[in-house]
């Protein structure tokens, strides 16, 4: 065989081999990978023992050292010294002990650099995940705060926040509950959870979320509750009112004001012994949320379904979400009782002025809609000048508030009472006719005869009464909210007339002034 | 003559392995998969998929201009591999190319690329995490896979994800 054909061959031959070698070592585990590419080497030295003798074998043979090396670091390169001066010895006479020492220095050497490379590789490795998931919690802390800080909803930022803790792209547990503090701090109760109930819901709505390609505003705005937030978690959780106790975890989170990771549950804990027997979990956290100093509630995380350990690290992540979201939801919450106050009249409790326009707005019956009727009921204390200028305005007001309290009480749940200004008084009773609301007037009426009030004995009759007028829009000449009202006002007026202490129902009138 | 024969046998040998195992190795996941998925009665074209879990370095919507103006088409797609000899997928990057530089824009590595059928066998013990990062390497080397990331995350620099 001629040089160059033999150069030509030894090519083909490495080309051949290392095809051949990296067709096999994929579909095999690491290590045989490795040993695959290490006898790979070590055939091509021997086909260049084929082609040119085994003159060079002793030099060409470094190439099996070092990529055995490479492959196995230090235990493997040195493997492969033994084994290069035995194959030396097989093809050559006399044992070439002169080479061993070379032979280990070189498959040391290439095992240690090897290592050294996977090693900075890991390094390298390992600082990129950290930095990546500093970036993503980041990304999620930006995303959210953005969204909270554009609405003052409750209902949406408690989405929002759950949301970014259970979804994907956010911290990924598998499900998350909020608790909010009540009753001046003393319980904290359940208000709404996302994820499943158990682990095989919990797959299935997996499944769905990626098999509708759903985004994490499409679960907001569309769909979360509905379909993604499970109603038996939900109808459990809102069920729950779990005291904030020195004794329990719930109580050590926020007196602490740190996370608290629970890994096994403790049978001398109540609440704990609750949320396992409940939900069905063995380990969770709760993060307080806490905004200057105030317990604003607790969030509660698992992994019911993958059953993932809960990490210091996890809960160190979350913090951040979690002050932030408890500076939204206490203004939230201060919102909603700014939103209270201006719409309720502070001696009575009763709606104000501002609430009647707003509700007689949004109830009054749309044109030629008359099978939703809206009736109005509209009343005042008797003689109550005179109780005043006798008992003075202090008690007045004592008997304002325990005049509504007598409304309130002899009213069904979705009927709206108001102060109407000074002893005046408002009923609205929506979907309900004339003759309903006659019988409503007169359990108002009857119920204030009844009870007893401060100073009463002063009025005329001895005791504190009102007098009533009632209207309903399914009168043929009530076609306007005015009307509504001016129809109750005379109805109210003529009672007046008729003696006071009576309900007298616009009916009896054909026109309105 | 042997001398340089071998060291150019050696280059050869180190050259066609390191330039022929990554396309190997993706079709070595791709059999595989296609035959371990067989065997449990479903197809990988057939596995639905999360992609929620890809990390972005800018801010959702961003404001800057150049980002917010680019193309689909100037999104580069990178699969990053471990090493060239043995070569393991780590994850998917995804960069914009503007005037001959690149700049990373979100990068989903392989472990948080999720497919709840496979979330659920490996909970039911069917099959192994191995297997797992086996299949979902194959789904996301997928063209139309790594199509549909490509569009998902431009849609993501436009609209944000709330």
């Not at chain 2, 001398?3 to 195992?21: D, H, Q, Y």
Request: aromatic fraction near 10%.
């Amino acid at each position: 065989m001629s040089k160059l054909n033999a150069f030509f061959l030894l090519i083909i031959a490495a080309v051949g081999i290392s095809l051949t070698a990296n067709v096999l070592r994929f579909n095999v585990s690491v290590f045989l990978n490795q040993l695959i590419f290490s006898a790979a080497s070590l055939i091509l030295v021997e086909v260049s023992v084929y082609f040119y003798g085994s003159n060079q074998l002793s030099w060409t043979i470094l190439l099996f050292i070092a990529t055995a090396g490479y492959c196995f670091k230090l235990i493997g390169g040195i493997a492969a010294a033994l084994t290069s001066v035995l194959i030396v010895y097989l093809h050559t006479e006399g044992f070439p002990l002169a080479v061993l020492p070379i032979y280990l220095v070189i498959g040391a050497s290439a095992g240690y650099i090897s290592q050294y490379l996977l090693n900075k590789k890991r390094e390298h490795h390992s600082w990129m995940y950290m930095l990546m998931e500093q970036s993503k919690h980041l990304q999620v802390f930006r995303e959210v705060s953005t969204t909270m800080q554009g609405t003052l909803q409750q209902d949406l930022l408690l989405k929002v926040i759950l949301t970014s803790v259970t979804a994907g792209h956010g911290l990924g547990f598998n499900r998350a509950m909020i608790f909010l503090a009540s009753n001046q701090a003393k319980s904290l109760k359940g208000i709404v959870g996302v994820g499943p109930m158990d682990v095989k819901k919990g797959y299935e709505v997996w499944e769905k979320i990626s098999e509708d390609r759903l985004k994490l505003r499409d679960l907001i705005e569309h769909n979360f509750d509905s379909n993604f937030t499970d109603p038996e978690l939900n109808a459990i959780l809102r069920s729950l009112d779990i005291p904030i106790d020195e004794h329990n975890v719930f109580g050590l989170a926020l007196s602490s004001q740190k996370p608290v990771i629970v890994k096994s549950i403790s049978k001398e804990d109540m609440s704990q012994i609750l949320i396992k027997d409940l939900f069905q979990t063995e380990e969770f956290a709760l993060i307080p949320l806490i905004n200057q100093g105030k317990n604003i509630g607790i969030l509660l995380i698992d992994n019911i379904v993958n059953k993932r350990p809960i990490t210091l690290m996890d809960t160190e992540n979350i913090l951040p979400l979690a002050n932030q979201a408890a500076i939204a939801l206490d203004h939230a919450n201060l919102y909603e009782q700014i939103e209270e106050m201006a719409l309720h009249d502070g001696l009575t409790g009763l709606l104000n002025q501002r609430a009647f326009q707003k509700i007689l707005n949004d109830h009054f019956p749309i044109e030629g809609n008359r099978n939703s009727p809206l009736s109005l009921i509209i009343f005042d204390i008797d003689f109550f000048k005179v109780f005043n200028d006798k008992n003075g305005h202090l008690l007045g007001n004592e008997v304002l508030m325990k005049l509504a309290r007598v409304i309130v009480n002899s009213l069904r749940p979705d009927d709206f009472s108001f102060r109407f200004g000074g002893e005046e008084f408002v009923v609205l009773l929506p979907g309900t006719l004339l003759d309903q609301a006659e019988v409503l007037a007169e359990k108002i009426r009857s119920n204030v005869e009844k009870a007893s009030f401060p100073g009463e004995k002063t009025q005329p009759s001895g005791t504190l009464t009102v007098s009533i007028g009632v209207a309903c829009t399914n009168h043929s000449g009530i076609t306007t909210k005015n009307e509504l009202i001016e129809a109750a006002d005379q109805a109210l007026y003529k009672a007046k007339n008729a003696g006071k202490n009576t309900v007298v129902s616009f009916k009896e009138f054909v026109t309105i002034d | 003559m042997i001398e340089l024969a071998f060291i150019l046998a050696t280059l050869v040998f180190f050259m066609v392995s390191a330039l022929t195992s990554r396309p190997l190795y993706n079709l070595s996941q791709k059999h595989y998969s296609n035959r371990v998925t067989a065997h449990y009665g479903f197809k990988v074209s057939d596995l639905h998929y999360s992609y929620d879990q890809m990390i972005y370095f800018i801010s959702m919507p961003t404001t800057l201009p150049y980002i917010k103006n680019a193309l689909k088409e100037d999104l580069v797609i990178e699969q990053d591999y471990s090493s060239y000899f043995f070569p393991v997928l780590k994850g998917i990057k995804i960069s914009l190319k503007q005037n001959s530089e690149n700049m990373y824009l979100a990068y989903l590595p392989i472990g948080n690329f999720r497919l709840p059928h496979l979330d659920k066998l490996q909970h039911e013990g069917t099959i192994h995490e191995q297997t797992y990062l086996r299949i979902s390497t194959s789904k996301l080397l997928d063209p139309g896979t790594l199509q549909e990331v490509r569009e998902e995350v431009y849609k993501q620099l436009q609209v944000g994800r709330y």
